[in-house]
């Protein structure tokens, strides 16, 4: 057996902690053979209900479950962690507009980005989930000097995933069969589900869907609104959904992508594709023995780049926004 690795999972108590923990803790993203840690971060009003998780924790028995640590501490919830999961956030309050969400949650990302800078594993891995993410991820990283960009990344996971069932749902295959799919951007309504790219069966998937207004007019749409039709159908956001992207995400920053496929992350921009440097943008990546790098050479039609600037400008817009934040 290996020995334990350290798992932080912050805003624990809340809808996709609840979901997210238990499954970590079954090994469903680290592996069975892999026993973990988990360091349970919230703040001290959600302690209480973080108390009841951590009961049901131990009523499950989990073979690999370590230890588990719950903290309103950033800096001891990250200590030593190999993995970093930062989903709580605070939700849009009545009233508030996405400036103030950005204020509120960005001084949150500051705190967590110092506390990651100081005391995680120089190899870390860190995922942020908590809304606006790509931003508050880019906070996160830039208040962490000592940690490289390449530990830092934000989660397109759950785009992907809903851009592949639309496609296998229109074609009537194997979800598992669709390949190649991208999600351009920032985790928004501005974000670009890009399924140019995308094969089945050694086919490209545009060929076979041969439709370029249901592209245009239902796909695009569907995986962009996706989010808000389920709080209108759930009254609540998704949450088991996001635990299962964020899961995916991590298990494929582990363990690789698998063969002839990628994956969307939200990572740091670096020139690829015309979107320059300073933001944490979607991207299609290739994970390999723990790192990841940018899919290159994709032939991008005018149609996309403009898709691709639009989420970019956006992108650039919140920055801009919340650039006294940064460390
Ligand atoms: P929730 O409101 O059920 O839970 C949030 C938790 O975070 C609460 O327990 C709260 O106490 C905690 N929290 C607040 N401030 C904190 C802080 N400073 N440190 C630690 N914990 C803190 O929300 P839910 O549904 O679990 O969603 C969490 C976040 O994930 C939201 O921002 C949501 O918008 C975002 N999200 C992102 C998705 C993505 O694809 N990137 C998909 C779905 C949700």
Redesign the pocket.
Known sequence: MNSPMRVAV?????????SLVFRIAAGDMLGKDQPVILQL???P??LP??KGVVMELEDCAFPLLAGINIT?N?ETAFRDVNIAML?????RGKGMERKDLLEA?GA?FI??GRALDEGARRDVKVL??????NTNALIAMRNAPSLMPGNFS??????HNRALSQVAAKLGRPVAGIRKMIVWGN?SSKQYPDLNHAEVGGDKVARLVNDPAWVEDHFIPAVQNR?TEVIEARG????A??AN?AIDHIRDWVFGTRENDWVSM?IPSDGSYGIPEGVMYGFPVVCKEGGYHIVPDLEISEFSKEKMQATYRELVDERDSVKHLFG
Do not use: C, E, F, K
Request: glycine letters at 14%.
């Open positions: 912050t805003g624990a108590a809340g809808q996709i902690g609840y971060l919230d703040i009003q959600s209900t973080l309103d950033p989903v709580g956030a605070r939700p949650n949150i705190d967590q942020i989930v908590g809304n606006p993410a934000s989660m397109m996971r759950l785009d985790h989010g609540l956001s998704s949450a959904s996001a992207a939200g």
